[in-house]
């Protein structure tokens, strides 16, 4: 499994968010970040975009690579449920995906401002990997759907 890390800080994309998760009203932050699940005998990766108000994931995509196309497929899926919002944080790990060009210009076209935690930094994106951490507990219930996951 090769998953890239950022060499270097992103100065030029501040922590915004700076881990206030209380969040007063919809669509006014966005997370997002992404896991690897072991199905059917190998990784696959699962995107998810979540509204920090409700904690209630907006968006979503699964594929076997951690591309940038992943994080761009869960972050349309939440603008089009959310009714194309104008104007909501998101904010993210330090991941290539988030820093890339091509997801950067999505944020950029949607009118999304972009806000990273600080590098190797998890507690700065804690919501998450809470989800996360949910998500995978429940996976590895005895018997849920006959396949291990980790």
Known sequence: MLIKKAA?????????L???FDVPAPNQVWCGDITYIWAQGKWHYLAVVM?????RIVGWAF???????LVIKALDMAYEQRGKPQGPLFHSDQGVQY???????????????????????????SPMERVFRSLKTELNRPGFLGDPFV
């Open 18 to 20: 700076n881990r206030e």
């Open 99 to 125: 820093g890339s060009r091509q997801f950067r210009q999505r944020l950029w076209r949607y009118r999304i401002r972009q806000s990273m935690s600080r590098r190797g930094n998890c507690y700065d994106n």
């Open 51 to 55: 509204d920090l108000y409700a904690r």
């Open 8 to 16: 270097v800080e992103r100065p030029d994309i501040p922590n915004i």
């Open 63 to 69: 594929s076997n690579k951690p591309d940038t196309d």
